[in-house]
């Protein structure tokens, strides 16, 4: 059943419900207002699954069959085996999924925004960009002046957005360097073929 199972899980990656039937589907699990929103509903994507499960496709067969010729069962053979060379793949996803969840704010847009104690960075920027924006067209001068006596340097809304999006981008750029070696090696395993 590989064929209808691959089909019927693409087929939801293309056509979802829609936001409505997701916020609908978030409350009645009983998620609104908890931390469990940011985890619970982005635990496993299609596109993640698929990209997976083409890399342990791709995987040479002599491999599995000297295990399985050492007397390894299926379970150890994957723990082994299987697993130790999915970690380029498993780097690729991992960098997906925590750049996606870094950056995304509108599930506490959506879920969360009634609760201060759950809101995270990206929210909190996009707020502070938009009254930035907002009170850009007012006298930035009484609002961002950093000035004690009157004599100091103003703080325009474009320095605050280039602020905060530093600020933001620390984080996924501090984790970069140390998965490259694996991203790299996991886009472009699958490509050539032995």
């Given amino acids: 059943l590989r064929k209808s199972v691959t089909i019927f899980f693409v087929f939801t990656m293309y056509f979802s419900g829609g936001l409505i039937p997701s916020y609908l589907l978030i409350r009645n699990i009983g998620l609104i207002d908890s931390f469990w929103v940011y985890i619970v509903p982005g635990v496993i994507g299609v596109f993640n699954m698929i990209v997976i499960r083409s890399f342990i496709e791709g995987l040479p067969e002599g491999i599995l069959e000297s295990a399985r010729i050492d007397g390894a069962g299926e379970f150890t053979t994957f723990i082994r085996v299987v697993l130790p060379l999915t970690i380029p793949a498993m780097a690729t996803v991992s960098l997906f999924v925590a750049v996606g969840q870094w950056n995304s704010w509108f599930d506490v847009f959506l879920y969360n925004s009634s609760n201060i104690n759950l809101s995270t960075l990206q929210y909190e920027l996009m707020k502070i960009l938009q009254t930035s924006t907002t009170t850009a067209t007012s006298s930035t001068s009484d609002i961002y002046s950093a000035s004690q006596g009157g004599s100091g340097t103003m703080v325009t809304p474009t320095s605050i957005r280039a602020t905060m999006t530093i600020i933001a981008s620390v984080p996924i750029l501090m984790v970069y360097p ?10 472009t395993l699958g490509g050539i073929k032995g």
């Avoid at 140390?178 to 886009?187: D, E, K, N, P, S």
């Fill in 178 to 187: 140390f998965l490259q070696r694996y991203f790299v090696q996991g886009m």
